[in-house]
Protein backbone atom coordinates (compact mmCIF):
# COMPACT_ATOMS: atom_id res chain seq x y z
CA UNK A 1 0.00 0.00 0.00
CA UNK A 2 1.53 3.38 -0.86
CA UNK A 3 1.94 6.73 1.11
CA UNK A 4 -1.07 8.84 -0.07
CA UNK A 5 0.40 12.30 0.20
CA UNK A 6 -1.75 15.84 -0.37
CA UNK A 7 0.25 19.04 -1.23
CA UNK A 8 -0.20 22.33 -0.49
CA UNK A 9 1.07 25.26 -1.36
CA UNK A 10 0.44 28.77 -3.39
CA UNK A 11 3.35 28.45 -5.50
CA UNK A 12 2.48 26.44 -9.10
CA UNK A 13 5.81 25.77 -9.70
CA UNK A 14 6.48 24.32 -6.14
CA UNK A 15 3.86 21.74 -6.21
CA UNK A 16 4.65 20.55 -9.40
CA UNK A 17 8.41 19.91 -8.08
CA UNK A 18 7.18 17.98 -4.83
CA UNK A 19 4.89 16.28 -7.01
CA UNK A 20 7.20 15.39 -9.82
CA UNK A 21 9.71 14.51 -6.52
CA UNK A 22 7.25 12.63 -5.16
CA UNK A 23 6.16 10.46 -8.10
CA UNK A 24 9.56 9.14 -8.69
CA UNK A 25 9.13 6.82 -5.37
CA UNK A 26 7.13 3.39 -6.02
CA UNK A 27 5.64 3.91 -2.69
CA UNK A 28 4.30 6.97 -2.65
CA UNK A 29 0.92 8.61 -4.50
CA UNK A 30 -0.04 11.83 -4.87
CA UNK A 31 -3.48 12.00 -4.29
CA UNK A 32 -4.46 15.96 -4.81
CA UNK A 33 -2.91 19.31 -4.43
CA UNK A 34 -4.16 22.30 -3.21
CA UNK A 35 -3.72 25.83 -3.59
CA UNK A 36 -4.91 27.37 -0.20
CA UNK A 37 -6.40 26.42 3.02
CA UNK A 38 -9.96 25.72 2.15
CA UNK A 39 -9.01 23.53 -0.80
CA UNK A 40 -6.99 21.67 1.35
CA UNK A 41 -9.09 20.96 4.04
CA UNK A 42 -12.03 19.83 1.20
CA UNK A 43 -9.23 17.77 -0.06
CA UNK A 44 -8.38 15.89 2.89
CA UNK A 45 -11.87 15.61 3.81
CA UNK A 46 -11.79 13.92 0.10
CA UNK A 47 -8.43 11.86 -0.49
CA UNK A 48 -7.73 10.98 3.47
CA UNK A 49 -4.48 10.87 2.68
CA UNK A 50 -1.81 9.90 5.17
CA UNK A 51 0.89 12.77 4.89
CA UNK A 52 -0.11 16.26 4.19
CA UNK A 53 2.64 18.76 3.22
CA UNK A 54 1.90 21.97 3.75
CA UNK A 55 3.29 25.35 3.31
CA UNK A 56 3.13 27.92 6.35
CA UNK A 57 2.74 31.05 3.82
CA UNK A 58 -1.07 30.31 2.42
CA UNK A 59 -3.79 33.20 1.48
CA UNK A 60 -6.27 33.78 3.59
CA UNK A 61 -5.59 31.19 6.37
CA UNK A 62 -1.96 30.01 7.62
CA UNK A 63 -1.03 26.60 7.15
CA UNK A 64 -0.87 26.45 11.23
CA UNK A 65 -4.26 27.13 11.00
CA UNK A 66 -5.36 25.17 8.47
CA UNK A 67 -3.15 21.95 10.58
CA UNK A 68 -5.02 22.73 13.34
CA UNK A 69 -8.47 22.42 11.47
CA UNK A 70 -7.73 19.02 9.92
CA UNK A 71 -6.20 17.33 12.38
CA UNK A 72 -9.54 18.03 14.25
CA UNK A 73 -11.17 15.33 12.00
CA UNK A 74 -8.05 13.49 10.35
CA UNK A 75 -6.24 13.30 13.86
CA UNK A 76 -3.91 10.46 12.33
CA UNK A 77 -2.71 12.09 9.70
CA UNK A 78 0.59 13.26 9.48
CA UNK A 79 1.13 17.12 8.34
CA UNK A 80 4.93 18.61 7.62
CA UNK A 81 4.96 22.02 7.69
CA UNK A 82 7.12 23.46 5.01
CA UNK A 83 8.70 26.90 4.18
CA UNK A 84 11.33 28.89 2.46
CA UNK A 85 12.85 30.24 5.57
CA UNK A 86 15.22 28.90 8.62
CA UNK A 87 13.37 26.49 11.22
CA UNK A 88 14.78 28.40 13.66
CA UNK A 89 12.34 31.01 12.81
CA UNK A 90 9.37 28.78 12.73
CA UNK A 91 10.53 26.57 15.40
CA UNK A 92 8.60 27.64 18.63
CA UNK A 93 5.43 27.62 15.81
CA UNK A 94 5.97 24.16 14.90
CA UNK A 95 6.76 22.67 18.64
CA UNK A 96 3.42 24.33 19.66
CA UNK A 97 1.46 23.53 16.64
CA UNK A 98 -0.07 19.94 16.12
CA UNK A 99 2.11 19.33 12.76
CA UNK A 100 4.19 16.29 12.77
CA UNK A 101 7.43 18.17 11.81
CA UNK A 102 8.87 21.08 9.17
CA UNK A 103 10.94 20.81 5.83
CA UNK A 104 12.91 23.90 5.01
CA UNK A 105 12.72 23.83 1.30
CA UNK A 106 16.02 24.80 0.66
CA UNK A 107 16.48 21.46 1.30
CA UNK A 108 13.66 20.01 0.11
CA UNK A 109 14.78 16.36 -1.39
CA UNK A 110 16.96 14.87 1.25
CA UNK A 111 14.69 16.50 3.61
CA UNK A 112 11.61 14.69 1.70
CA UNK A 113 13.17 11.82 1.23
CA UNK A 114 13.79 12.01 5.19
CA UNK A 115 10.28 11.93 5.52
CA UNK A 116 9.20 9.48 3.06
CA UNK A 117 11.53 6.73 4.77
CA UNK A 118 10.45 7.79 8.02
CA UNK A 119 7.00 7.49 7.19
CA UNK A 120 7.29 4.43 5.93
CA UNK A 121 9.23 2.98 8.59
CA UNK A 122 6.11 4.17 10.94
CA UNK A 123 3.50 2.71 8.93
CA UNK A 124 5.60 -0.79 8.99
CA UNK A 125 6.06 -0.50 12.56
CA UNK A 126 2.22 -0.53 13.08
CA UNK A 127 1.98 -3.69 10.64
CA UNK A 128 3.86 -5.76 12.94
CA UNK A 129 1.92 -4.34 16.46
Known amino acids: MKLRVLIVDDMDSMRLLVTQYLRRHDDVEVVGEAVDGNEAIKKAK ?3 PDVVLMDISLPGMSGLDVT ?17 YEVDEFRELVIDSPADG ?28
Not at 116 to 121: A, H, N, R, T
Open 46 to 48: EFT
Open 68 to 84: RKIKSFLPHVRIYLFSA
Open 102 to 129: FIQKSCLKPELLDMIGKELGLRETKKKD
